[in-house]
Nanobody
Framework: QVQLVESGGGLVQPGGSLRLSCAASGSIFSINAMGWYRQAPEKQRELVATITSGDTTNYGDSVKGRFTISRDNTKNTVYLQMNSLKPEDTAVYYC???????????????WGQGTQVTVSS
């Protein structure tokens, strides 16, 4: 069993900052890519940012230059630093990770339960 637990969401004013964290625990041999996705009401889930095990990053167009993804492999944790937040960033943010449970097993896709981010004055 693997769990992804997000934290750090909340209410922030436009222009403010938040830092999300997502810690993976359980039966983990190795973690490949980790990332963040978000889903606003009545919209499809969209990519926010991903980071590979080699620290290569990729960002959705709407967050480039404002959000930064990073990871701490010693803690099996991925972070999302969100600056210059806008009302349109309001959404539930989900953590994602590709995890191999055993040395010779395949990678499986895991998701966190989501954390609400609300940007409003």
């Amino acid at each position: 069993q693997v769990q992804l637990v997000e934290s750090g969401g909340g209410l922030v004013q436009p222009g403010g900052s938040l830092r999300l964290s997502c810690a993976a625990s359980g039966s983990i041999f190795s973690i490949n890519a980790m990332g963040w996705y978000r889903q606003a009401p009545e919209k499809q889930r969209e990519l926010v940012a991903t980071i590979t095990s080699g620290d290569t990053t990729n960002y959705g167009d709407s967050v480039k230059g404002r959000f930064t993804i990073s990871r701490d492999n010693t803690k099996n944790t991925v972070y999302l630093q969100m600056n210059s937040l806008k009302p349109e960033d309001t959404a539930v943010y989900y953590c994602n990770a590709l995890i191999r449970n055993t040395r010779w097993g395949q990678f499986y896709d895991y998701w966190g339960q989501g954390t609400q981010v609300t940007v409003s004055s």
